[in-house]
């Protein structure tokens, strides 16, 4: 019997197939970061891998701070890292700028791979109001580094929006945006009512209330000079009267204007038109020219203005005569303390001094720096940065704070001052 050979089935052998290598890996793995401004993060962790699983010990890691951050020490610098045993590297602290931007990124790399992370940053606040007679200072919160303070509780902001700090609830009160111009004034001393420029169009806002009105007759592109008054690109001075929702064409020619509330309701525009030194009183309508003040000066307050040549002017309405102030006048203004009686703040020849109109008296505001500037009733911005009201009653000084960048006053209730101003911050 023949025997057949089996055929013994055969499979071809196949290499097994090449273990996969992944790439390096870098992670920040402890976020989300957020850190306060002059305030420092802690314990950013890194990891690094050498291929998504194995870690990469003993790797070197570079690590790039963006502007506003800064290594504890100062350093602003990039830094190198050695990865642990785990492939791991534990940031030392980073200090957060005043000013940082609200989000920027840290990076950071290795040989084959990347990293980065956003910081949220909450800035420090650069805005504070100051009671004086009270001594109150609380810090305008939600309003940003780089804002500036244009009319009572009121600042304009980098980003173009007007916001108001409400003292009371402790917040900030958004009024506009895209604003151009603004201020903020009190009205009957206590009401704070708001007029500006948005987007082009003149506007007016009782803050406590919310109500907002286009001041109708107001040329677009105007710019807020006062209460309710708007100065148009030509020259043409407006007062708009919301109560009728219509404008009035207080002058024309008109190169500066300021306002006062005579009494806390009556507003009175000072303005220079055609060189001429006036005043429009836009509640009974009536003009004044200011008779014995020269040409060509400026308007610094209620019934005050200052000439070329350095000399300061009030002008009395009730007896139709204007009076030299001073000379060698670098800065002034006047307010109507209690509503009605003119007082003058100025610096002469480098001196901060005071005036009252009503009694006819002059002190020196001793303690205030030389060559300060007048930012309001009494009150000086030093060349340092300090913000200085002076209390003439107790002729001292009173520094309110330092570092600071701009500033406005205004009397609430007629007799309090109020400072709203901004600062620089220093960690």
């Not at 891998?49 to 100062?74: E, Q």
């Not at 919301?242 to 404008?247: E, G, V």
């Amino acid at each position: 019997m023949a025997w057949s050979v089996p055929v013994i089935a055969t499979a071809a052998a196949m290499p097994l197939a090449a273990a996969s290598v992944g790439a390096p890996t870098l992670k920040f793995i402890n976020g989300p970061y957020s850190v306060g401004g002059c305030s420092n993060l802690t314990d950013v962790t890194l990891a690094a891998t050498t291929n998504g699983t194995t870690p990469a010990a003993s790797t070197t890691v570079s690590v790039v701070l963006p502007s506003g951050l800064t290594w504890a020490d100062g350093f602003t610098g990039p830094r190198s890292f050695t990865t642990d045993q785990n492939g791991k590297v534990v940031l030392p602290a980073i200090t957060a700028k005043p000013n940082a931007a609200s989000v920027p990124t840290m990076g950071a790399s290795m040989t084959g791979a990347n990293a980065t992370a956003p910081v949220a940053v909450t800035a420090q606040v650069g805005a504070k109001i100051y009671d004086v007679v009270s001594s109150g200072n609380p810090p305008a919160t939600g309003i940003p580094l780089g804002s500036v303070a244009v009319g009572h509780g009121t600042f304009l902001n980098p980003d173009g929006s007007l916001v108001y700090f409400n003292t009371v609830a402790g917040k900030a009160m958004p009024l506009a945006t895209n604003v151009t111009s603004g201020t903020t004034v009190l009205i009957g001393g206590t009401q704070s009512y708001s007029t500006y420029v948005s987007g082009g169009v003149a506007m007016v806002q009782d803050v406590a209330t919310g109500t907002t009105i286009t001041a109708a007759g107001v040329p677009n592109g105007s710019t807020a000079v006062g209460h309710a008054t708007f100065l148009a690109a030509n020259g043409d001075l407006y007062y708009f009267n919301s109560a009728t929702n219509t404008s009035v064409l207080v002058a024309s020619g008109v190169s500066g204007a300021k306002v006062s509330l005579f009494a806390g309701t009556q507003p009175v525009l000072t303005f220079v038109a055609g060189g001429a030194a006036r005043a429009y009183n836009a509640t009974t309508g009536s003009y004044v020219t200011a008779i014995g003040v020269p040409a060509g000066t400026t308007a610094v307050g209620h019934s005050t203005y200052l000439a070329p040549d350095g000399l300061l002017y009030y002008y009395r309405a009730a007896t139709g005569t204007a009076i030299v102030v001073s000379s060698g006048v670098s800065s002034a203004t006047t307010a109507l303390h209690g509503g009605t009686d003119p007082y003058v703040t100025y610096v002469t020849t480098g001196i901060p001094a005071v005036y009252s109109v009503t009694n006819g008296t002059y002190q020196t505001a001793t303690g205030v720096p030389a060559n300060s500037v007048v930012v309001g009733h009494a009150t000086y911005l030093a060349p340092d940065g300090r913000l200085v009201y002076y209390n003439a009653g107790a002729n001292a000084p009173i520094v309110l704070d330092t570092g600071v960048t701009s500033a406005v006053v205004h009397l609430y209730g007629g007799t309090d001052p109020i400072a709203t101003y901004t600062h620089n911050l220093a960690c």
